[in-house]
Nanobody, 124 residues
Framework: QVQLVESGGGVVQAGESLRLSCTAS???????IGWFRQAPGLEREAVSC??????YYADSVKGRFTISRDNAKNMVYLQMNSLKPEDTAVYYC????????????????????WGQGTQVTVSS
């Protein structure tokens, strides 16, 4: 049974950093894990994902966010630097087997297992 638990959210000022963690149990090494976010009134959007052979970053976070995976610990991280107020959202991790981490774009609805989310608030 897949279980995803996010942690690491909080309130920071613009320009500061946060590291989000996703504890992924019941997930095989070849499954894609992604980070998504949803701001109030907006649709959930893909931020980044990682598979054994691919990475994806949304244009809005390229150069600022870094995704990494520690398979030995069943953890996936999202290091977020130079945070902006527009990064404020609930951040979710999700997983799905299969080739759903396309470097050119990710479809949110293809991911079937989700965590409960962690709030990130960036003040100006």
């Amino acid at each position: 049974q897949v279980q995803l638990v996010e942690s690491g959210g909080g309130v920071v000022q613009a320009g500061e950093s946060l590291r989000l963690s996703c504890t992924a149990s019941g997930v095989t090494l070849d499954q894609v894990i992604g980070w998504f976010r949803q701001a109030p009134g907006l649709e959930r959007e893909a931020v980044s994902c990682i598979s054994p052979s691919t990475l994806y970053y949304a244009d809005s976070v390229k150069g600022r966010f870094t995704i990494s995976r520690d398979n030995a610990k069943n953890m996936v991280y999202l290091q977020m630097n130079s945070l902006k107020p527009e990064d404020t959202a609930v951040y979710y991790c999700a997983t799905e087997p299969g080739p759903v981490c396309d470097p050119t774009g990710v479809t949110t609805k293809l991911f079937g297992s989700w965590g409960q989310g962690t709030q990130v608030t960036v003040s100006s």
